[in-house]
């Protein structure tokens, strides 16, 4: 028997799912071979789906049975079986067949449930109370609490809950807390679906008496969302659930919302996720979630108006607490005053035990920073308050701790009564919960810094949607910041299910036109607390609304998942329609618009302007058409490809003959004749570098006054969101792999380490958050937790850290492992859990040159390996001649590599090396 055999089986993305709404759902498995031998590999699976665990384990496929299959294929199994319907379970398990034709054990068991399918299946009503004011700023709405009492008799055989609501709860079963979710149901546009949740609640019910109890807070539904203000798609909070029961005999209950339930408020008297929280432990009920509790002093709930968007499974991994922080400093200002430091920039907020007579009041101010007093530097949240308060009931140790609402902070402000001890705090991170994907170590602390600095980044801004920032009145899905990060993101964490949702808020936004929102999920109307023109409708900007199909294209080549490209693919052309109307001439002339965001002038700003004109501003010196032009050739590329692997070979054609022509647009337009571009910024240079848009005899110019820029800058990178993220592979595409290495080591401003050298323990919004000479930014736009910049992160995952995936096998099916041990490192271990499994490079430069280079691929993948050599001496594998080694075929020599294709396994490649020229700074 092999050793070979199927692990982490996974539902759509996701491990052991409840009540997802498909009924033919996509299966997978990543593998592990025990012996680690080369050569692993899958030749055919088996497949049992089964009705219960029992029939499983006794290797009977009631639903299904796929018999022997033989494939090499581990993902996107769609299930074939019995016609499923809606609640019912099912269990299944695989089997794998290796290259040598031997069977290996059946792997262990997974399960997913169907949920409710239809509004019909939904037998309850929304409900809710009316609260009947606005909210302010200062006075957020209250929280509503539900409960419902019924009974259940003995022999319960399974009670699953399905729930949902607009706005957030917590809920309750007999006092005891139904799952982990935080925040949920989360944010979608609510005037296109929202999420429902499933949770299995057999163990918490009892025969005889029970009770329901449901916390109603208001989340991104009618709180305060975006720069928009409050209740931008509804007026009131309202929930909806459903509690089925089987018992053993046979028979079935329901409790369902409706008009006996009962409402009350309590001790959460203000909530709001930007605003912050208010809790008074005065007007607590004790047991209120108990089945005893007498309700008769509350109100019948309120039946509120029904839905009348889509109500779906949630299919993305939730929000919930991932880890736990000790306060680093607690530094006493007074008696009842203490600025705390967690040491860490992250999302969530404080549990804080309180001791103080009934009544004491405890302020929390959340910050960022703290400026040149040592006080809260708060002027950069803008219109969030970030405060939440306690109010002592006097029943000695009391904890705090919020439900409706989450902040950006480092630091905390607690003020208003006897200063708790450090013991007694904890800073508790709240953001969805992904997987981690990726790890990467250097010889270098500060650039390790960075990448811990880009991941709590990415971690405090993966909440539901790619959030810009977790701390200031926006915390958007901003497009352009999401789709520079996202191959990043997704070597940090799995990122398939999460964007995959994502993709479906962008559809959700998507206007009549065809056009895409600049954000998404999508806000309607005006700025309300800001004195802006909102005749700008914040959609179709390039480099923003470019995102989908960017997006889409990234899942299919690191997941192989090409039902997305399918699903999205009618919006995508949509999307292309309104650009080819709008732009006949393939000249993108949209003005004003964002542009290459955050960027520093190369020249003085009044001559540029003075030339550019309405073309640029200030926060963006590369021209408008420029940039919006390029961003339209590449989407063209990319919908010729999506179609190509669609099978779609009239719409392949069609897009390939677009980009031809935007590129000779491109090229007519804006580049002279000794390859300068317009606006003559570093990132006009990159865009059209990287995305192949000048005549291959203007290249090498155009190439020569990017690194010109780039040297006579003093080795400095002037480039803007987008411009950065290209401008790295320019250079190291483009034999100066010294200048890509020179900028990620630089230390002076700007560069990513000067803010690692200020302390910066998250990636900042712009390269001149604070400087040692003006202090920080103007506040109007300073988020210390913004991740666009953080997209380096990918270089160096690439050049530093040595995997990458082959485009050419999506899905990870080879990838291409040539670390470049250059800009002073002397080694790295870097490892990635792909879709296939886990790739691995571990590699260690020595003194004269000796380099060892160890590699691993998943049983089922392969990879090609570029080994540092220098011509004409030989590279070993295990201590002998590599020609000797199984498992490794020699591709040639490219560049200052050998380059090898290996099958699975683990290999460790020692060559001599000295890099030369432009490889070394």
Known sequence: MTTLQAVRLRTEYLEDPLGIDTLAPRLGWTLSDADGRRGAAQTAYRILAASSPERLAADEGDLWDSG????????????DGAALSAEQQVWWKTQIRDERGEWGAWSDSARWSVGLLSRGEWKGIWIGRKIGRKPTREQPLPAVYLRRRFASRAGVKRATVYATALGLYRLHLNGLRIGRDALAPEWTDYHVRVQYQTYDVTDLLRAGDNALAVTLGHGWYTGYIGMYGYQKYGMDPSFLLQLNIEYEDGSAQSVCTDESWRASYGPIVAADIQMGE????????PEWQAPAFDDAAWSPATRMYDYRGLVVAQMSPPIRVTQELAPQEMRLLSEDRA???????????????????????YTLRYAEALDEQGELYTANLRYARQTDAYICAGDGR?????LFT????????VSGGPAPKPEDIVGVVVHSALPEAGSL???DPLVNRLLSNIRWTQRANYMSVPTDCPQRDERHGWTGDAQIFARTAAYNMDVSAFLTKWLTDLDDGQRPT????DFAPFIFGPKTEFDNDFTYTHTASSGWADAPPIIAKLLHELYGDREVLRRHYPALKRWMAFNETLYPDGIRRDAPQYGDWLSLPERPYEEAKAELGWLIDSLSTTPYDVFGTAYYANGAAIMADIARELGEHADAERYGALHGRIKTAFAREFVAGDGRIKGDTQTVYAMALAWDLLPPERREAAMARLTGKVESAGVMAATGFHGTRLLMDVLSDGGREDLAFGLLTRKAYPSWLYSVLQGATTIWERWDGWTEERGFQRPGMNSLCHYAFGAVGEWIYKHVGGIAPDPSAPGFGRAILRPRPLGGFTWARCGYDSIRGRYEVDWRLGDGGALELAVTVPAGGEAIVHVPADAGTAVLESGAPVAEAEGVEARGRLGDCQTYRVASG????????????????
Do not use: C, K, N
């Open 398 to 402: 009391e904890t705090f701790e919020p």
């Open 68 to 79: 022997i299959v033989a494939s090499a294929v581990s993902a996107h199994i769609r299930y």
């Open 514 to 517: 065809g056009a895409y929102t």
């Open 441 to 443: 170590e250097t010889s």
């Open 278 to 285: 208010t809790h008074d432990a005065r007007l607590a009920e």
């Open 906 to 921: 683990r290999y460790l490649f020692t060559s001599q090396w000295h890099p030369q020229g432009g490889s070394q700074p």
């Open 339 to 361: 600025i705390v430091d967690m040491g860490q920039m992250t999302s969530g907020y404080l549990r804080v035990v309180f001791e103080a007579a009934e009544g004491v009041e």
């Open 406 to 413: 989450y902040h950006g902070y480092r630091y905390v402000e």
